[in-house]
């Protein structure tokens, strides 16, 4: 075992020299390697859980299946039982991540429509009247506040419902999916039964089924997962993202910068992390107005970068730049001018707080529920919100003085990226081709070819992955292939800073059939081309891609399963994904999941997955293990689509 843990080791010592673009090897020595050390401890990793047979839900157990000397768990439970409930477990965990931030931007709304969080307005009032008159609210000739008040009652009815829960009752589901999903979507997921009607009890409720003595149908727990996914994708993904918009005002395309490269030795430097814009778009202001009381203690200026999904939400609405992506959460500590980290939820390593030790930086916690020992709490409210931000930024200025001067290497590497996709920033740069019918072009570049098929690529950086540049590499196959890529999450930090998210990209990595359509949409949008890959923003923004899909199916007249598009998740790590892939694969998309997910413990969760499936919803799992083996797995199945639809292959 020793000799297999030194083995790895070497391999990926070997490759942090080798992936300098975001992993620069001085800055490595010099912090001992932080996340990866820690996964060199862990290998080898557990053969059980790899493969979804280890079961910790009840006390009789750890049970794992030995097949040939232990088929059962001590309770009875096969192998396809133990991978169908982890695999649901994994996606509720994963969904509650999304439906606690959606509902928590919806609260804040409702303390804006109440007068109460005076520090916030409503940015993108058409959105919010749009939602409203798909609800049916009345809002001609109301005040924009009682709309909005109104639209939070509505929303939250998808958080509470119980009519219809236990009992079934014919057309009783979410309100958000109502408005927010295709009709042929809602038509075969109501002939499944798998339409959620109380997006926390259905995330409740699956802790129950999967508990010792419950379900032990696979098939049935596989039908949850796709409910699961449905809760994820409505009341976590498109309505978090569709309230920010309201609030912080629908992104448009901003260029900014990528990478490590973007702190700066003589600013004080803030770093901005987790996933929810509401308090870094207050940081970001407070960083203005406080911008001279920084010069008072010899800095330049104040700086505020991003890390993970806050990071890419200041950077969709505001420009602000992206220092990197999961894996270098530490790494922005390691420089020695990180004078704050200021964390909201999800994807936070408590390492942060080891780290910062080794340096002068101040961690701040601000959520009730996320603490991290080490670290000052200063809660977050949204009706204080000016106060506590403007405290957080002082606390980064006076800690600027603290700097050890010895401690500082700011990694070179930087790169620009483009980013504030938006569908409505798509539809705005196509109605520049066609005022009138927007959509027209892109369909007509996609039957005829020049855009051979759409695929969106998501999801984390893995530590067990990170040296064959998944997500670079992959990007870079698709658009040679003159497959139109559009992503958010982690995949946008790695692909920005390879510099694929600039329009300069198209002319270097794009086939020639894309490349002409990149450059003719970004000439008449003052760019020399759109980039090849479009940044549709953070995970919760995946939701943006389910509408997009949603409107080209409508558009073309078909159900989504049968367009020519696939997604990927090639680096997952987070529970989060799995919802999120769940979502997809509701959506009726063939959805690639790297590293192999852990399901392959069940020949029979597998199979439904990877094949199946295929006849119920549309879509499929793809496992591919290299970037060449998922690129040849993804165009198959887009020509398999576009030979289905009669479109040249
Ligand atoms: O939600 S991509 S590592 S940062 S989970 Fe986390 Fe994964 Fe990054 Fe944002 Ni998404």
Known sequence: MKKEVNKIAKKSSESAERNETWANSNLLKKAKRLVLDRFEAQQPQCIFGENGICCKNCFSGPCRIIPGKADYGVCGATADVIVARNLLRHAGAGATCHTDHAKETVLALYEIAEGRASGYRIKDKDKLLLFAKKLGIKTSGRPIKAIARDLVYEILEDFRRQQGLFIKKEGTYLNWLRIRATKERIKTWAK???????????????????????????????????????????????????????????????????????????????????????????????????????????????????????????????????????????MAIATGVCDLMVVDLQCIYPSVANVAQCYHTKIVTTIDYVRIPGAIHIPFEVDKADETAKKIVKLAVDNFKNRKKNKIFIPKEKAEVWAGFSVEAIIEALKKVNSKDPLKPLVHAIKSGDIYGVVGIVGCRNPKVWE?????????????????????????????????????ATEKYAGPRLKKVLKAVGQVNGLPALPPALHMGSCV?????????????????????????????????????VAIASFFLALGLAVHINPVPPVTGSKLVTKVLTKDLEEITGGK??????????????????RKKRKELGLRV
Request: hydrophobic share 45%; glycine share 8%; aromatic share 4%.
């Open 621 to 638: 799992v793809l496992l591919a293990e290299t970037p060449e083996k998922a690129a040849k797995a993804i165009i198959a199945h887009i």
């Open 468 to 504: 064959m540049k998944f997500h670079e590499e992959l990007t870079k196959l698709l658009i040679k292939r003159n497959i139109l890529v559009v992503g958010t999450g982690c995949w946008a930090h790695a692909a920005a800073q390879e510099g694929l998210l600039m329009p300069e």
């Open 192 to 330: 499944l039964g798998i339409l959620p009607v109380n997006a926390d009890a259905e995330t409740s409720h699956i802790l129950h089924q999967t508990t010792m003595g419950c379900d032990a149908d696979p098939v049935d727990l596989l039908l949850s997962v796709l409910r699961i996914g449905l809760v994820d994708g409505y009341s976590g993904l498109t309505l978090a993202t569709d309230i920010q918009d309201i609030i912080f005002g629908t992104p448009m395309p901003v260029k900014s910068e990528a990478n490590l490269g973007v702190l700066k030795e003589d600013y004080v430097n803030i770093v901005v992390h987790g996933h929810v814009p509401i308090l870094s778009e207050k940081i970001v202001e407070w960083a203005k107005k406080l911008n001279n009381t920084a010069k008072r203690v010899g800095a330049k200026g104040i700086n505020v970068v991003g890390v993970c999904c806050t990071g890419i939400e200041v950077l969709m609405r505001q420009g602000i730049p992206i220092a990197g992506h999961v894996l270098q959460q530490e």
């Open 541 to 577: 923004d995946n939701g943006r891609i389910g509408v997009l899909l949603g409107m080209l199916a409508d558009y073309m007249k078909v159900p989504i399963p049968m367009l020519p598009v696939s997604c990927s998740a090639p680096e997952y790590m987070a529970e989060k994904a």
